[in-house]
């Protein structure tokens, strides 16, 4: 069975840290992004990864405060969020594609159930 897992997530000051984990089962993933969804909002492009982590892509409104990083070997992505913003609230969603293709045209066929993010003012 394919799955996606979050956790990590939860109820952090302006300005605070968290490291949400996202564990992938069921088969070989590639390409392994983040996105997020406010409240009345779109879902949003967070961050992604190539498989060999050696390509990474950021939304300009997290560049240099969130680290997208994997663990192959455990099948694990991790998102490192630092100096969070209320703003930054939201649903975060791992997102996976089983294919090989380039960072940039990854296709993100499977998704995992979300972990809310709240970050108080």
């Known amino acids: 069975q394919v799955q996606l897992v979050e956790s990590g997530g939860g109820l952090v000051q302006g300005g605070g840290s968290l490291r949400l984990s996202c564990a992938a089962s069921?088969?070989?993933?590639?390409?392994m992004g983040w996105f997020r969804q406010a409240p009345g909002k779109e879902r949003e492009f967070v961050a992604s990864i190539s498989w060999s982590g050696g390509t990474t892509n950021y939304a300009d409104s997290v560049k240099g405060r969130f680290t997208i990083s994997r663990d192959n070997a455990k099948n694990t992505v991790y998102l490192q969020m630092n100096s969070l913003k209320p703003e930054d609230t939201a649903v975060y969603y791992c997102?996976?594609?089983?294919?090989?293709?380039?960072?940039?045209?990854?296709?993100?066929?499977?998704w995992g159930q979300g972990t809310q993010v709240t970050v108080s003012s």
């Open positions: 997102a996976a594609d089983p294919m090989v293709r380039p960072l940039v045209l990854a296709t993100y066929d499977y």
């Open positions: 069921g088969r070989t993933f590639y390409a």
